[in-house]
């Protein structure tokens, strides 16, 4: 006789099931634009882009993948996931959410906070951008002031650093290395950090953890 399905064994299937969903919901966009028009895109040109997005944004995804998932659990690995904007929205609020209720990193409590507090930014998500694109032409006027147009430029920036520092202040030690590292990088090559932001973050994570763990080493922390 065939032993019940455990809830992991659960919570996988359904993950898989959605997330192939979702790719198959992205996919039909241009494969309807395609039965549509009846314009095939160049099979060379096609190859090339793949590769190119492959080489830039895979190295990001597997890390991603292998960092945040042991934080969110599986439910919530799989939701955020399928729903996206993990780094600035979905982490931020699960690992509060974890604070708040001071659960523990793999254990079933922090299993049902993850998922709960990713569900609830990303339904936050969906009701504000709806606001936002009902509400986009009455504030168009007010959004194109020119007044206003240089605090849309800091905007990431703002918000980057109020989360960062949400981490930062835990243990500052830890963070002057990486900081250095990545703040010389930006002055030095600006071009290769935006165009290859992922390959950047990956660059990010190792000096972090080759810099804490030489002052674990040393007794610094």
């Known amino acids: 006789m065939k032993a019940p399905k455990t809830y992991n064994d659960i919570l996988h299937r359904n993950g898989r099931i959605f997330l192939s969903l979702g790719l198959s919901v992205m996919l039909l966009v241009p494969f309807?634009?395609?039965?549509?028009?009846?314009?095939?895109?160049?099979?060379?040109?096609?190859?090339?882009?793949?590769?190119?997005?492959?080489?830039?944004?895979?190295?990001?995804?597997?890390?991603?993948?292998?960092?945040?998932?042991?934080?969110?659990?599986?439910?919530?690995?799989?939701?955020?996931?399928?729903?996206?904007?993990?780094?600035?929205?979905?982490?931020?609020?699960?690992?509060?959410?974890?604070?708040?209720?001071?659960?523990?990193?793999?254990?079933?409590?922090?299993?049902?906070v993850s998922t709960l507090a990713v569900s609830a930014s990303t339904i936050t998500t969906v009701v504000i951008m709806g606001l936002g694109v009902i509400m986009l032409i009455p504030l168009s006027p007010l959004l194109n002031n020119p007044v206003l147009q240089p605090a849309f430029n800091w905007v990431v920036s703002a918000l980057f650093g109020a989360l960062g520092y949400k981490y930062f202040r835990g243990n500052l030690k830890l963070v002057?290395?990486?900081?250095?590292?990545?703040?010389?990088?930006?002055?030095?090559?600006?071009?290769?950090?935006?165009?290859?932001?992922?390959?950047?973050?990956?660059?990010?994570?190792?000096?972090?953890?080759?810099?804490?763990?030489?002052?674990?080493?040393?007794k610094w922390l």
């Open 32 to 112: 309807t634009i395609w039965l549509v028009t009846g314009q095939m895109p160049d099979s060379a040109k096609l190859l090339e882009g793949f590769i190119a997005l492959s080489i830039l944004q895979l190295p990001g995804g597997i890390v991603e993948v292998a960092t945040y998932g042991p934080m969110l659990g599986t439910s919530a690995t799989y939701l955020a996931f399928v729903t996206g904007n993990l780094s600035n929205l979905k982490i931020p609020c699960a690992m509060n959410a974890r604070q708040l209720c001071n659960t523990e990193i793999g254990t079933p409590e922090n299993e049902v």
């Open 176 to 218: 002057i290395v990486p900081l250095v590292v990545m703040v010389v990088l930006g002055l030095v090559a600006p071009g290769f950090v935006v165009s290859t932001l992922s390959i950047a973050i990956i660059i990010g994570a190792v000096v972090s953890v080759i810099a804490a763990k030489i002052m674990f080493d040393k």
